[in-house]
């Protein structure tokens, strides 16, 4: 690679990781001006990353893969955009909508308008997948990568946590509107908060445990003296752990059952995991299945400690209120009665809903959004939204299994990976967060940088 190269790539990864890190302060990038400034710099970011020749052969499958996907969501809905006039594939409701304006099907421009305009959210996190895939690509990278992305978190996190004790009134820099009860962070959302929390949390806490792992405490304490490199260890594991012990705090004060409930299984899964992998290499099955469920205990402890409110809440309004459920019923309906094999047009959700809105589920306020990533993806999408759904899980399920057998020495990061991966998939059947493009740039980033360090042996 040549001296310009190095130094262009090198300067393209810099701007990712800075991008990924503060975009959430631009209350998640849900604005056209936001979005389209994290456009322009990912644009930018994987230009430069095209300029390194020298690729590692996992990296550069997950690459195509990524373009592949965007390719097929780009063509899928430009052909949405394109045939609303075509009466044979479009849904029903079009037709009543355009009836009770008075005018013809095809003079409906905002569907078109709506499809191109969400195209365009939906390439945000494809574009951060594939910029962490080529930039983030080796283990020192990732090492700095997750560093900053912790660091900065650890920052907001704390700035906001004070600002929800002292001035409960204020989001950041601006008059805070609703959910002032709860911890929002830097989104409007509570939701979306405890899964940026919970993302966050999970991230540092697998590199805490993995610096533990590294500090060897117990011979420590018996010395009480430690020599640099150690000192260095236990430096980063004490950061490690106070900003997985800052993020928990944040996810808790969020009040979001499913948010809470979705991360701290997620955290489970990397606590018994990596503990079980850590046990196994020195001891027998016996014993490492006895420890891990141990800090299966542990972690469940923890939780009923500081999660007693979550607790009541769940006990006296369930995991899911019956409004909710009902909406799913009414999306469900929309689904089965229109072409849902084609969809009705990415980002249409909320000119269709009304149409098929129960009166048992409540008049009240306007649904934007379905509060479900998969009802949402399968009524606007169809059966693409499977396709890509279930080639975007392949992908990453076979990146991470791959991470877990051949990566001895970073294994901690798939098996973080993997409770990352969890606590969206359980979190996004219930809430609508990877639609918010500054968190799912972060998502994207994380997931994109973990499966290119776990295919960096050589592919099977």
Known sequence: MSSAGEAAERFGFHLFTFCVALAPLAFGVTEPLAASTVGLVLAACVLLALLAPDKHPGPLWLARMTMLVAGIVCAWTLFQAATWHIAPTTHPAWGVEAQLMGVSEDQLAFPRYAVLVATGYVLIPLAGFLCAVLLVHDDMRHARFVQLLVAVNLGIAAFCIA?????????LWTSKVHYRNALTGPYINPNTAATHYGLVLIVALGIALRQYQRVDLAAYLDRKVATPPE????????????AAFTFFIALMLTRSRAGILAALLGATLLVVAFVYDAVRRRASFARALGLS???LVGVLAVFSVFGERILLRLEHQGLID???LCAYQSIWTAIAQGKWWLGTGLGTFADIFPAYRQPACGLYGHWEMAHSVFLEGLLTLGVLFLACAALAYYVLIKAFAHGVVHRRRYRYVPLTCLGILLMLTLHSLVDFSLQIPGFALAAAAVLGSGAAVSLRSRMP
């Open 293 to 295: 469920l141990l800090s």
């Open 231 to 242: 000192a260095r260890e236990l430096r980063l594991f004490a950061f490690y752990a106070i």
């Open 322 to 324: 019956q409004a909710r």
């Open 163 to 171: 600002q929800y004790v002292l001035a409960p009134q204020w989001l």
